[in-house]
Structures are given as structure tokens and as C-alpha cells.
């Protein structure tokens, strides 16, 4: 795998750290006058959870892909 293909995952998982990140902040935002009656609310609080959860999903399957990559570095450099 090339530097440039390398440097391109590691942005990708910062995309989804920010969007995680952002997601929280939306979460909270949204918690602070959240209205239990109120439909839009609870669509929208359940639809930054699933963002959240996919988000976080792709974020472990880079880095046990960079985990895997570092073993693999370790074991040809021994």
C-alpha cells in the first residue's frame, strides 16, 4: 500500500471522527429543550444515533486495518 493510498485512509477516519463528532454536539443540542411528544425530535435524535453507530463502525474497521498493516511491518521487519 502506497504512502499516498495510506495518508488518504487516515484523512477518511478523521472525516468520520469530525462527523462523530459533530453528531454529539447535535445530540446535545437537541437534548437541551427535547420533547418527547414531539416526532421530529425523536426521528431526528434517532437518526444522529444511527449516524453515530455507522460512523464509529467504519472508524474500528480502519483501525484494525492499521493494526493489521503495523503487525505485518513488525513481522518483515524481523
Known amino acids: ?8 485512509l487516515r484523512g477518511t477516519r478523521q472525516v468520520y471522527i469530525r462527523h462523530i463528532t459533530n453528531s454529539e454536539r447535535e445530540i446535545l443540542d437537541l437534548l437541551s429543550d427535547f420533547e418527547t411528544e414531539n ?28 493494526l493489521h498493516l503495523l503487525e505485518q511491518s513488525d513481522l518483515e521487519k524481523n
Open 39 to 66: 416526532e421530529d425530535s425523536v426521528t431526528k435524535l434517532i437518526a444522529l444515533k444511527d449516524r453515530i453507530k455507522d460512523k464509529h463502525e467504519k472508524v474500528k474497521d480502519l483501525d484494525q486495518f492499521f
Open 1 to 8: 500500500m502506497s504512502e499516498s493510498e495510506l495518508g488518504r
